[in-house]
């Protein structure tokens, strides 16, 4: 079965970096197209960045850009999210999604996306 687990989360300073990063098993991962969201508590799940399945195309929320960058190594069925210049409205916990029709491109509509990691910790303190 499909898996997705998420890791890297932590607690930051604003103004630090982390780097998340999501390992994928069950499927064939150079195929599909990869997505980031967030949900801080009280808030609606939140769009952060998306990745195509070769890496040549990304998509960023625009309180993200500038300062996180998704890429993915193929390799070893990984994408990861670089997240810099950390400010406490980052502060969610972090999923990884995967879009498994690969005639798609990238998408921000959490309900184009078939399955979910657990989720990683994202705390950034002022």
């Known amino acids: 079965q499909v898996q997705l687990v998420e890791s890297g989360g932590g607690l930051v300073q604003a103004g630090d970096s982390l780097r998340l990063s999501c390992a994928a098993s069950g499927l064939t991962f150079s195929r599909y197209a990869m997505g980031w969201f967030r949900q801080a508590p009280g808030k609606e799940r939140e769009f952060v960045a998306a990745i195509n399945w070769s890496g040549g195309n990304t998509y960023y929320v625009d309180s993200v850009k500038g300062r996180f960058t998704c890429s993915r190594d193929n390799r070893k069925n990984t994408v990861y999210l670089q997240m810099n210049s950390l400010k406490p409205e980052d502060t969610a916990v972090y999923y990884c999604?995967?879009?498994?029709?690969?005639?798609?491109?990238?998408?921000?509509?959490?309900?184009?996306?078939?399955?979910w990691g657990q989720g990683t910790q994202v705390t950034v303190s002022s």
């Open positions: 999604a995967a879009d498994l029709q690969p005639a798609r491109g990238v998408t921000r509509d959490s309900h184009e996306y078939d399955y």
